[in-house]
């Protein structure tokens, strides 16, 4: 019943912008939690921003200062503003949600960061 669609991905040069789009099949207010993962091949899928319900945004420390978190309730929309991007970035990420009844996750949008 619950959807979770990202889109922005893309190919781009090393300290380049992209910004994530994860628009949800109803409103986000529902979720405990929602945040950003990603994953690339042959490594673990790593947290890289979250919010939960207190409030409290935190991000990975490898994109702190880089990466921004932000949500839009009325479009059922959360972004993840990616700048100065490194080609460590480079990774399947993933939109995640967390409400009382399960644990989501979108099909992932695919980030290339190149030199």
């Known amino acids: 019943q619950v959807q979770l669609v990202e889109s922005g991905g893309g190919l781009v040069q090393v300290g380049g912008s992209l910004r994530l789009s994860c628009a949800a099949s109803?409103?986000?207010?529902?979720?405990?939690?929602m945040g950003w993962y990603r994953q690339a091949p042959g490594k673990q899928r790593e947290l890289v921003a979250a919010?939960?319900?207190?409030?409290?945004?935190n991000y990975a420390d490898s994109v702190k200062g880089r990466f921004t978190f932000s949500r839009d309730n009325a479009k059922n929309t959360v972004y993840l503003q990616m700048n100065s991007l490194k080609p460590e970035d480079t990774a399947v990420y993933y939109c995640?949600?967390?409400?009382?009844?399960?644990?989501?996750w979108g099909q992932g949008t695919q980030v290339t960061v190149s030199s």
């Open positions: 995640n949600a967390k409400a009382w009844g399960g644990n989501y």
């Open positions: 109803g409103s986000i207010f529902r979720f405990n939690a």
């Open positions: 919010f939960t319900s207190g409030g409290s945004t």
